[in-house]
T-cell receptor, first 116, second 113 residues
Framework: EAQVTQNPRYLITVTGKKLTVTCSQNMNHEYMSWYRQDPGLGLRQIYY???????DKGDVPEGYKVSRKEKRNFPLILESPSPNQTSLYFC???????????????FGPGTRLTVL | AQTVTQSQPEMSVQEAETVTLSCTYD???????LFWYKQPPSRQMILVIR??????QNATENRFSVNFQKAAKSFSLKISDSQLGDTAMYFC??????????FGKGTRLHILP
């Protein structure tokens, strides 16, 4: 089954304690992306990756890091989490940035992060 | 299980025309939120419109409006006076308030000059 998986689904942590949210896709997609969802603000892109070893900042990259060592995995790293990073996080993948194809983006189930 | 279905993978309309994108969903919850997101080729996700299930009045945002039929579990998006900048992928999403949002597969909309 084609899917994007995220772990953990729920996480409560304290300020300053480093954490990693994993994301994995089994569709051999080149493009992967992280978003955060906040009430009233909708989804905002944090980072994205066009391919292995290629990452770039989205709209709200501050306080986050990513890596793309393998095509299937795109972990999101919070080196020193703060309460304003409490949010719902989504990983997504697709074939690419195609603007004319019918390519769609597949979303993971989301990770609810609470930083105390 | 919650589901979101967008039955139109791709649509094309002439500039200035009105277009309606369909979305149906399924949930056993009585209180939830529905969203339409616009995704241009850059892959940003832009919130277009938001509807709270307990509100009967259909949400509107300028040229964008929804037809929310709760009993039928339908949530269509109408774009009036379409513009070239409306060309994008549109996602319907269901938020059932258990920290999970379900997205439809998307409808790719082309606005033709």
């Amino acid at each position: 089954e084609a899917q994007v998986t995220q772990n953990p689904r729920y996480l409560i942590t304290v300020t300053g304690k480093k954490l990693t949210v994993t994301c994995s896709q089994n569709m051999n997609h080149e493009y992967m992306s992280w978003y955060r969802q906040d009430p009233g603000l909708g989804l905002r892109q944090i980072y994205y990756s066009m391919n292995v070893e290629v990452t770039d900042k989205g709209d709200v990259p501050e306080g986050y890091k990513v890596s793309r060592k393998e095509k299937r995995n795109f972990p999101l790293i919070l080196e020193s989490p703060s309460p304003n990073q409490t949010s719902l996080y989504f990983c997504a993948s697709s074939w690419g940035l195609a603007s004319t194809s019918t390519d769609t983006q597949y979303f993971g189930p989301g990770t609810r992060l609470t930083v105390l | 299980a919650q589901t979101v279905t967008q039955s139109q993978p791709e649509m094309s309309v002439q500039e200035a025309e009105t277009v309606t994108l369909s979305c149906t969903y399924d949930t056993s919850e009585s209180n939830y939120y529905l969203f339409w997101y616009k995704q241009p080729p850059s892959r940003q996700m832009i919130l277009v419109i938001r509807q709270e299930a307990y509100k009967q009045q259909n949400a509107t945002e300028n040229r964008f409006s929804v037809n929310f039929q709760k009993a039928a579990k339908s949530f269509s998006l109408k774009i009036s006076d379409s513009q070239l900048g409306d060309t994008a992928m549109y996602f319907c999403a269901l938020d059932v308030r258990d920290d999970k949002i379900i997205f439809g597969k998307g409808t790719r909309l082309h606005i033709l000059p």
